[in-house]
């Protein structure tokens, strides 16, 4: 990763990440029309198309970024780490408007191998500004792997986010889970926002 020594061109530099940087925590319901709106909500006024980097278990790439194009707006640069479990992972194209589409799989429960695609794909988008990261579903991950490891493995997450001077939503469905785990799991953020 890029956020350990000198930055060039357009991201923050360090000693701003923790201002320019946010990664939130949304409380929500599942289903695709309310992450839509609250990505919608957290892109306007910060770019008008961000690079984007999503990390999903719910949805199939193809049909994602599908649905960022015509819901939220044509990003310059979209990519996908998919802990889906299909198997079928899109090789990179581009799309008419010129923007590019690509793909990083890897098991729901290869933790390791997750973290490493996430890492390569902010890294790839770091350096072209204004990012923007969605991680679908901390309630599917929860179904892979008990609190602790989840805790840690969010942790790496967000610490990347802050690296990266990136903004950031993470999606939990609070009814899914105990007081307990909710709690824990807010603790990890910048800021915690309740969608009923």
């Not at 790439?61 to 079928?88: F, K, N, Y």
């Not at 792997?145 to 989840?150: H, Q």
């Not at 950031?168 to 969608?195: C, M, N, W």
């Amino acid at each position: 990763m890029s956020g350990s020594g000198t930055r060039q061109g357009t991201g923050p530099r360090e000693d701003e990440w923790e201002r320019s940087s946010n990664a939130e925590l949304v409380l929500t319901p599942p289903g695709p029309e309310r992450r839509t709106m609250v990505k919608r909500q957290a892109v306007a006024g910060y770019a008008e198309h961000p690079t984007v980097v999503e990390f999903t278990y719910d949805t199939d790439p193809v049909t994602l970024h599908e649905r960022w194009r015509t819901e939220v707006g044509a990003p310059p640069c979209h990519m996908i780490v998919d802990a889906s479990g299909t198997g079928e992972v899109p090789g990179p194209r581009v799309a008419a408007d010129g923007g590019s589409f690509a793909v990083e799989g890897a098991h729901p429960q290869d933790l390791t191998g997750l973290c490493m695609k996430w890492q390569d794909a902010l890294q790839e988008a770091n350096g072209r500004g204004n990012l923007f990261v969605a991680f679908d579903s901390v309630t599917a991950l929860l179904q892979y792997v008990d609190l602790s490891v989840a805790y840690r493995f969010l942790h790496t997450l967000v610490t990347g986010v802050h690296r990266a001077g990136a903004r950031a939503q993470f999606y939990l469905d609070p009814k899914a889970h105990d007081e307990r785990t909710v709690s824990t799991v807010q603790g990890l953020f910048d800021s915690v926002r309740r969608i009923s």
